[in-house]
């Protein structure tokens, strides 16, 4: 039963927006016996601001869930911002630390690293290909950095956020060899579609697949279609592949442990979850 002691996590959106993480989280705290719960609160943007900072007055809040729209404008209003979401250009956490400052952190790159690194891939002075520098592909980029990549390309259609991001890399991961405007494959480690391609079935490809090698590992961040037309081609080539869902799943354990509680596995929250990818 919910009550005043219960422990919080505000999951900000628009409101219109529908809230999925319920859905995952709620059963995991109750078969947990975790005496917590994530509550959807739409906001608009014009309003987020001091709705954000209202929040945390709450006596049994213990973090925030932030999606868009305000995943960017989250970042204007803390003092405390990890690197990894500074890179991002976008925070969808917050927690309060003990001094009182709210602190603010990028989990969609998270979720899809650990996945990657699950599966057997070690990051470390590997190379590695983003194909989309918007927000999923920023975030992804930033955690390949932290996860120290020795060399990691970043390509859009559009070269200035191509350019930003790589800009914004070079000052938070210096020793992180970054380059952009090449969405070649060949001699890559690991190859991410950061894109919408692949939500629909007529989509073109983000990059020439003919040039993948058998030993490259391919990601995708489509959720739509777990296995899109890019994961089929790759696989055909012998290629190792994770799918779009695998991303959600792999950084919730992340959140729990952001935010202090008792972690998990992607397995454990499959299972439990109101919720099917």
């Known amino acids: 039963m919910i009550n005043g002691n219960t422990e919080l996590i505000a999951h900000i959106g628009y409101p219109t927006h529908t809230f999925k993480s319920p859905m995952i989280y709620n059963p995991y705290f109750e078969e947990m016996g975790i005496n917590a719960v994530v509550i959807p609160m739409g906001c608009k943007?014009?309003?987020?601001?001091?709705?954000?900072?209202?929040?945390?007055?709450?006596?049994?809040?213990?973090?925030?869930?932030?999606?868009?729209?305000?995943?960017?404008?989250?970042?204007?209003?803390?003092?405390?911002?990890?690197?990894?979401?500074?890179?991002?250009?976008?925070?969808?956490?917050?927690?309060?630390?003990?001094?009182?400052?709210l602190q603010g952190d990028m989990f969609d790159g998270e979720g899809f690293v650990r996945g990657i690194q699950?599966?057997?891939?070690?990051?470390?002075?590997?190379?590695?290909?983003?194909?989309?520098?918007?927000?999923?592909?920023?975030?992804?980029?930033?955690?390949?950095?932290?996860?120290?990549?020795?060399?990691?390309?970043?390509?859009?259609?559009?070269?200035?956020?191509?350019?930003?991001?790589?800009?914004?890399?070079?000052?938070?991961f210096p020793k992180t060899d970054v380059a952009n405007g090449s969405n070649n494959p060949r001699h890559m480690d690991l190859v991410v579609n950061a894109t919408p391609l692949g939500m629909k079935e007529d989509d073109p490809l983000p990059f020439d697949v003919s040039l993948l090698h058998q030993d490259t590992f391919v990601g995708e961040v489509v959720l739509k279609n777990e296995t899109t037309a890019l994961l089929k081609a790759a696989a055909m080539r012998g290629c190792k592949v994770q799918v779009g869902a695998d991303m959600l799943f792999e950084q919730i354990p992340a959140y729990l442990e952001y935010f202090g509680f008792k972690t998990t596995t992607p397995e454990v929250l499959r299972e439990i979850a109101q919720l099917r990818y």
């Open 45 to 101: 943007p014009e309003n987020f601001g001091v709705f954000l900072n209202s929040v945390f007055h709450l006596t049994n809040i213990r973090g925030a869930l932030i999606t868009m729209p305000h995943k960017v404008t989250t970042a204007h209003f803390l003092k405390d911002i990890s690197p990894t979401a500074r890179v991002a250009g976008a925070c969808n956490a917050v927690r309060r630390t003990s001094d009182g400052l």
């Open 118 to 172: 699950r599966k057997g891939l070690d990051l470390r002075g590997k190379r590695a290909l983003v194909v989309g520098s918007g927000g999923v592909g920023s975030a992804i980029a930033a955690s390949l950095a932290k996860a120290q990549v020795a060399q990691l390309h970043v390509f859009d259609m559009n070269e200035s956020a191509a350019q930003q991001l790589t800009q914004r890399i070079k000052q938070y």
